[in-house]
């Protein structure tokens, strides 16, 4: 075992490269490693079971900085272990462009950062699904290959923010035994003492929602260890609130706000310098104490080698599965099972709501896809996420598919990118359309970490009906098409429906969102087509009758108003073509022949889609007709709201004829 000198040497290497590498680039959060670095090392040295050598072993415990902005902290323990990028050079260029220490951990940019933080609360948000995948691979896959920790370090902002009552209920509910958070416990936050803001009794807190917590001195190595095997033995997740010191060390600073958002300067280092007697200049660290960290980074080979072991000996398809599920490959036999399905709806042509045509996708797709994992924020029969294959995840059975999140979507949408970021699984998750505003900050994180999260989205527009405005989304197309690299789908029958699944599930750097409606919808895609031309992100549904002087773009339960707009003009001698746009991302991603030919340079354009007009002016021009909305809805049946917004095939073809009589 660790001796209380090497231990408190160890610790101090945290803290100067931390205080030395914010203090170079003038900008940073030197408190929290400060504070922090005797949980951090005992963690590290003790409990954590990695390989510096290999960053990416399936079985490796998670450790999760959720106080993003203490990113020197994780930088310092990354470069101490061997992390073989997280290089000197690259402590020294904290915060510096094209750096892999970026002022919050970024996912991607360095190996050992598990998920992109920063955001507060959203990594203790994450760590649920992190502990859930982990306990649903081990159901799968059995003690051999799956088994491990889920660790958290969790500031005060982490705790207020209300993320984190979704997901501690949530984890305490599934009892996520393997899930561990340690509480920087400092009362301190940027406005000054937390007690400006808040008394909470977190340990009670955490209590109430099915944790074990408890106080212990976050400066005493061995009340450490000593909590931490506690939880290891638990059979709930664990809360271990730390009492700490901002900035300790900090002659001046320690204790403060001062030490938390800013650099220490010159004169307060040189104090903790003295206070630690440490000797060594910035970015030095003794040689033994470097040698003893790079030791505990290849401490887990012997684990890890044990592992490839008992892999290599595993049974030939458990173990073929195990791997292609890791490798975010769709199961061989994928693209064929769509292609069948597809060749059924065209003959079938159901009349259904897309969120029905979604479930009916989904039937399939789970069938052929073992590693989908569904759920619903409580919405489970609105949504239509639930299928034949998906049972209900629970405490005493973790080897089913689908999660009951409660009417939790912030805790929800950051679990689902949890769940994603652990590896082998593909994760989905149901609500209403309006509500993304509750999940928009983990659909924000999916999108900047590039990850397969999908996200089910409902009751899409005003045709939701007689719930009225609250619950009809008017601007959250247009908001979340906003979201660079996110894909948002919204498909115009049950063959695009298909495709757009399928899309969403092959798509494994950029997340989805399907809007699904809840009225029924006519196929529009009668003929069969091999090709997914919703992969296209807009393609020419239905050509004129002549050379067209029209074309009609439209998107989802709106394509079926572009087609009948089409046969009204039609009839009165306007040759028109009609476009569906089930995806703008993927549109915009085509080439610029493509594009052109498929906007065309017919002398009208319109959009036909019941939102607002925002996104739709570099399809149909400044001077293009939009058919949609322009304000809120309103309650109503879906047969009224229609017409009393004006959002028919006669008002298009109106709205037409007047401009072309107008020229």
């Given amino acids: 075992m660790t001796s209380r000198e090497q231990h408190d040497r160890m610790a101090n290497a945290i803290r100067f490269l931390s205080m030395d590498a914010v203090e170079k680039a003038n900008s940073g959060h030197p408190g929290l490693p400060m504070g922090c670095a005797d949980i951090a090392t005992v963690l590290f040295t003790r409990f954590l079971k990695f390989d510096a050598k290999a960053p990416h072993w399936a079985d490796r415990d998670r450790f999760i900085l959720s106080a993003g902005h203490g990113s020197m902290l994780l930088y310092s323990l990354l470069y101490l272990t061997g992390y073989e ?19 919050h951990p970024e996912y991607g940019h360095a190996a050992g ?6 955001p507060l609360g959203q990594g203790l948000a994450n760590s649920v699904g992190f502990a859930l995948g982990e306990r ?24 207020m923010e209300g993320v984190s009552q979704e997901a501690i209920a949530l984890a305490g509910h599934l009892k996520l035994n393997k899930l561990i958070v340690f509480w920087d416990n400092n009362n301190i936050s940027i406005d000054g003492p937390v007690s400006l803001a808040d008394n909470t009794d977190q340990v009670a807190r955490f209590q109430a929602s099915g944790w074990n917590a408890s106080h212990i001195d976050g400066t005493d190595p061995e009340a450490i260890a000593y909590a931490i095997e506690a939880a ?18 900090a002659p001046t600073k320690a204790g403060t706000n001062k030490a938390h958002g800013s650099p220490l300067g010159a004169e307060e280092i040189a104090g903790a310098r003295k206070f630690f007697n440490w000797e060594s ?133 950051a679990a689902i990118n949890g769940l994603t970021l652990h590896g082998g699984l593909i ?58 690299n996110h894909n948002v789908f919204r498909p115009a029958d049950a063959v695009e429906t298909a495709e757009c699944w399928q899309l969403a599930l092959e798509s494994e750097k950029t997340p989805s969102t399907l809007a699904l409606t809840r009225q029924n919808l006519p196929t529009v895609r009668n003929e069969f087509s091999e090709k997914n031309l919703s992969a296209s992100g807009a393609y020419e549904l239905a050509a004129a009758n002549g050379e067209a002087a029209v074309t009609i773009f439209a998107t989802g339960s709106e394509v ?27 549109f915009d991603r085509q080439s610029e022949d493509y594009r052109k030919k498929t906007i065309g340079n017919t002398k009208v354009k319109v959009a036909i889609e019941a939102g607002i007009r925002q996104g739709w002016d570099h399809l149909i021009g400044t001077g293009g007709i939009f058919v949609g909305m322009h304000g809120f809805g309103a309650s109503g049946s879906i047969e009224q709201l229609y017409p009393h917004f004006g959002i028919t095939a006669e008002a298009a073809a109106k709205a037409v004829e007047a401009r072309l009589h107008g020229d």
Avoid at 85 to 103: E, H, P, V, W, Y
Avoid at 143 to 152: A, F, G, I, K
Avoid at 296 to 305: E, I, L, P, S
Avoid at 390 to 411: A, F, M, S
């Fill in 560 to 586: 079926e108003i572009a087609l009948g707009a089409r046969e009204l003009l039609e009839k009165h001698g306007h040759p028109t073509r009609v476009v569906s746009v089930p995806c703008f991302e993927l």
């Fill in 281 to 413: 200049p910035p970015f030095e660290v003794p040689a033994d104490i470097l040698d003893a960290w790079r030791a505990v980074g290849t401490g887990g080979a012997k684990a890890r080698a044990d592992w490839e072991g008992r892999l290599a000996k595993a049974d030939a398809q458990l173990k073929g599965e195990f791997e292609r599920r890791l490798a975010g490959k769709l199961p061989s036999n994928f693209d064929a099972v769509i292609a069948d399905y597809k060749k059924k709806l065209s003959a079938d042509k159901p009349k259904v709501a897309t969120r029905k045509s979604s479930e009916m996708a989904l039937e399939v797709i789970n069938g052929a896809v073992p590693e989908t994992i569904g759920g619903s924020a409580d919405l489970t029969g609105s949504n239509n996420t639930k299928t034949s294959q998906t049972k209900n995840i629970t405490p005493d059975d973790y080897g089913q598919r689908y999660v009951h999140y409660g009417i939790r979507e912030h805790g929800m949408a």
């Fill in 427 to 484: 994760a989905y998750g149901g609500t209403f359309l309006c509500f993304s505003d509750y999940a928009r900050p983990s659909m924000r994180l999916a999108s900047l970490m590039g990850i397969r999260s999908i996200f089910v989205m409902t009751h899409d527009s005003i045709g939701l009906g007689e719930d009225g405005p609250t619950h009809q989304p008017v601007e959250h197309l247009a908001a979340l098409r906003a979201i660079p």
């Fill in 113 to 118: 950062i598990e998920t992109t933080t920063g």
């Fill in 232 to 249: 290891r033995h638990s059979d709930k997740p664990t809360m271990i609130a730390c009492k700490t010191t901002i900035g300790f060390g």
């Fill in 85 to 103: 990028d997280m290089t000197i050079d690259q402590i020294k260029n904290f915060r510096q462009l094209g750096s892999k220490t970026a002022g």
């Fill in 136 to 159: 649903i691979m081990n159901a799968a896959f059995g003690n051999d290959l799956v088994n491990h920790y889920t660790y958290v370090l969790a500031g005060d902002g982490c705790l």
